[in-house]
């Protein structure tokens, strides 16, 4: 086993993320650890055996990483002097014009121009990471990789200094390869080292380029209580609006059915199976769990007005993510590639593109919907549950409330509050959602605010009542500290 450590010295890495310049990258992908590593032998002009263990590494299967959770510290945008500037020449014996003053003038620090930049960081809980290739024999390398991991300061920025070793006992991986993983991390290929230092030797010299990329999935806490859960998995399928006018969350309905409407169109030509379509093959209403469209709102902090960011597709448990991922690719597909276009005409008229991006708005984290993977206790909706049946007066609304949990396959609730108003604020008042209509009588279905407790962790998306595959009775863990 070779297992390699990092520790930042000041509590935070910078560096950014691949895919959006102003969010921080964490984990640290094991590319950029090699470049770091590969930066160390070039610059100290390495003897031949760390070249020998820099390629030796390349060449072994991507690593497994142990690191806690990071949260992005807030960036502020500075404007740093350009370093391309270039002084003016002058012929030889020629007094230099204005102009070439000016020009000369502008190569000192405080008269180049300046740029806009900003250096996005990661705050982890704990500042130590470890790269940790379980199958590997480092034996004959060992030596010069502990040298290489002594000279290297920083990883990432500059100002991203850090410690780095090798590990004799690491802890478990926390992060691992895995086919089906959702974090994407860059990881050096075979002969990743020749080809660092061809790019470095062009004239001009150019920059890296992305190395090899792999799927991540995160590993399991072995004495981590397993939540129970309903009839959703963890996963949700992120879609940020991009395009359109803004709709607030009282547009649920509309969105949500314009959406659906859209993913069927995209997979026209296909018998979709009756996980996503709700449908049995006779054309009956499903009694399973099928695909859910839920509003992802900015909801929930003291500033929030409640306004759409885009919208997410929860699948159901007991459909295989591969499988799910399988079904859905033309329309994954055409969300990442030109973004999907979702119009009812009448209100919506929206483009929605997956997301993907490891940093994103609050209301688009999938864990903000399912507190994996610890679960939560205390839950409030975002949006109003439709009751399963009408209350005859007051007193039952709660009951029915707890009833719909236990039908949504969750534990019964250890106490169940109603209101018209939410507790999460930016929520609408219930009155303001569109009416859920019964399928045969066309009557409007009683709707309400709710906020339940557990005696046990649950882990969601938890939607609730007759309206749950159309993204009402949508539910929000809640701090119970501030509950």
């Known amino acids: 086993m070779l297992a390699l ?11 950014s993320s691949a895919g959006n310049r102003d969010a921080p990258e964490w984990p640290p992908h094991p590319d950029r650890v090699f470049m770091a590593m590969a930066a160390a032998y070039f610059e100290s002009d390495g003897p031949p055996d760390e070249r020998a263990a820099l390629e030796w590494l390349s060449a072994q299967p991507p690593p497994a990483l142990a690191c806690t959770e990071a949260s992005p510290r807030r960036t502020t945008t500075t404007y740093v002097p350009v370093n391309d500037v270039a002084a003016p020449r002058v012929r030889e014996g020629r007094e230099p014009s204005d102009d070439q003053l000016r020009a000369g003038r502008a190569v000192l620090p405080e008269e180049r121009p300046r740029h806009p930049r900003t250096f996005p960081r990661a705050m ?30 920083h990883i990432g920025h500059s100002s991203s200094l850090v410690q780095m070793w090798v590990a004799g006992d690491p802890p478990n991986p926390t992060w691992v390869p895995a086919s089906g993983g959702r974090q994407a991390l860059r990881v050096a290929p075979p002969g990743r080292l020749g080809e660092l230092e061809r790019l470095y030797r062009l004239d001009p010299p150019q920059r890296p380029r992305a190395a090899m990329w792999q799927a991540y999935g995160e590993v399991a806490v072995a004495d981590r209580p397993v939540p129970a859960s309903g009839a959703f998995g963890p996963d949700v399928l992120v879609l940020r609006q991009v395009e359109g006018p803004r709709l607030g969350l009282e547009s649920t309905l509309l969105l949500t059915r314009a959406l659906r409407a859209a993913l069927l169109k995209h997979l026209d030509g296909t018998s979709p ?89 609050m209301a688009l984290r999938p864990w903000m919907y399912s507190a994996a993977p610890d679960g939560a206790r205390r839950w409030a909706s975002v949006t109003p549950v439709v009751l399963p049946r009408y209350p005859k007066r007051d007193s039952q609304v709660d009951e029915i409330a707890a009833l719909s949990c236990e039908q949504a396959g969750l534990p019964p609730p ?8 939410s507790w999460l604020v930016g929520a609408p008042h219930a009155r303001s959602f569109a009416p859920f209509r019964d399928r045969g009588s066309g009557a409007s279905r009683y709707h309400v605010h709710v906020a339940i407790a557990f005696d046990r962790p649950v882990r969601g998306p938890i939607l609730l009542g007759a309206g749950r595959y159309f993204g009402y009775g949508l539910l929000r863990p809640v701090d119970e500290r501030e509950s």
């Open 5 to 15: 450590g990092i520790r930042y010295l000041c509590g935070w890495s910078a560096a």
């Open 124 to 153: 982890p809980r704990d500042p130590t990471v470890f790269a940790i290739w379980p199958a590997a024999d480092a034996s004959v390398h060992r030596p010069a990789l502990e040298r290489l991991c002594r000279k290297v300061t």
């Open 273 to 361: 199976p009756e996980w996503v379509s709700g449908h049995t093959r006779s054309g009956a209403p499903s009694r399973a769990a099928h695909l859910a469209y839920l509003p992802l709102a900015h909801v929930g902090s003291p500033h929030a007005d409640g306004h759409l960011l885009g919208a997410g597709i929860a699948v159901p448990a007991s459909v295989d993510w591969a499988e799910a991922a399988a079904v859905l690719r033309p329309v994954l597909q055409q969300a990442a590639r030109e973004g999907l276009h979702v119009f009812d005409g009448r209100a919506v008229d929206v483009r929605l593109v997956l997301e993907t991006g490891a940093w994103t708005p």
């Open 414 to 421: 250890a106490s169940v509050w109603t209101s018209p108003v």
